[in-house]
């Protein structure tokens, strides 16, 4: 059976610490996958899309758009959710040749249906492999590894909550009653590390 055709636009690896590296490889490889697969994937639409037809026809522009009203903050900058800016963006962030921010991390994240911190675990995950299989050491090993990290983290976080059920801030510190003024809790952070590293 033939091969399908990859994408015209493909992610150049870089190496860490090349001059023009940006972000991940994992996070452009990502992108550029969703941009590609995922409308025949999750709605059995066509597969290939053009980030102009991914755009418009796989429904992406709306979510974006979603995740920009979210933030009135990024409206002072050119938003690139009207005409053909967004299309351009994404063809930025699939070559690795634009920064990318935090909404636009999420406005992919939302897409494919995952939290932010998911969809990152996942471009982790794609960076470890690939650069597993470059260093000839087994990919699946790597994989297996962070997710068993990621698992006791999980299980510390859980077994945080279940033995804290009597206080109302666990993950969150305020400054004020109505919580106006916050930051995170490092004490439960440290919990997540120190359950990670094990």
């Known amino acids: 059976m033939a091969r399908k055709a990859g994408p015209r636009t493909t992610t150049k690896v870089r190496p860490d610490g090349d001059l023009k590296k940006r972000f991940p490889n994992g996070i452009s490889s990502t992108i550029l996958a969703v941009q590609y697969y995922w409308h025949e994937l999750k709605n059995n639409g066509q597969a290939g899309l053009t980030p102009e037809k991914f755009c418009d026809e796989a429904g992406f522009r709306k979510v974006y758009q979603d995740i920009v009203d979210l933030y009135p903050g990024i409206r002072k900058k050119a938003n690139p959710a009207e005409g053909d800016g967004l299309a351009r963006m994404i063809h930025r962030l699939a070559n690795g040749t634009q920064d990318i921010e935090f909404f636009q991390l999420r406005a992919f994240a939302q897409y494919v249906g995952l939290p932010t911190g998911l969809f990152l675990l996942f471009t982790q995950m794609v960076s470890d492999e ?45 400054y004020d009653e109505v919580g106006a003024k916050q930051m995170a809790k490092a004490r439960t952070l440290k919990v997540w590390s120190d359950a990670f590293q094990l």
């Open 130 to 174: 690939r650069r597993s299989i470059e260093q000839h050491r087994d990919p699946h090993e790597a994989s297996l590894k962070l997710l068993g990290q990621v698992r006791k983290a999980i299980e510390a976080a859980e077994t945080c909550i279940e033995n804290n059920r009597n206080e109302l801030r666990i993950f969150t510190h305020a």
